[in-house]
């Protein structure tokens, strides 16, 4: 079983930074493409960023490149997603897991972006 727990959410003004960790007590967290979800309100959960089991290759939904970056730690068994220039449609409540979703989801970190 994998347990996911997400933290560094908040509420932040456009154009704000804000960092979120997702970390697993599980050392299989270490062997598997992760990936950072986000679900807004009134909408479906997306994939907005991936990385590989290196850490080397990354990816991105278009309306986050530039903006945001994606990392790992394997020794930590952690992945961070740093949000700059945040907007306010980037407002949602933001997940991690394996990049096809099929562990157990954790509680998620609240992301707001307003003025």
């Known amino acids: 079983q994998v347990q996911l727990v997400e933290s560094g959410g908040g509420s932040v003004q456009p154009g704000g930074s804000l960092r979120l960790s997702c970390t697993s007590s599980?050392?299989?967290?270490?062997?598997?493409?992760l990936g950072w979800v986000r679900q807004a309100p009134g909408k479906e959960r997306e994939l907005v960023a991936s990385?590989?089991?290196?850490?080397?290759?990354?990816s991105f939904t278009d309306s986050l490149k530039g903006r945001f970056a994606i990392s790992r730690d394997n020794g930590k068994k952690s992945m961070y997603l740093q949000m700059n220039n945040l907007k306010p449609d980037d407002t949602a409540r933001y997940y991690c897991n394996e990049r096809f979703g099929s562990w157990d989801w954790g509680q998620g970190t609240q992301v707001i972006v307003s003025a």
């Open positions: 599980n050392f299989v967290f270490n062997n598997y493409i």
């Open positions: 990385i590989n089991v290196g850490g080397e290759i990354t």
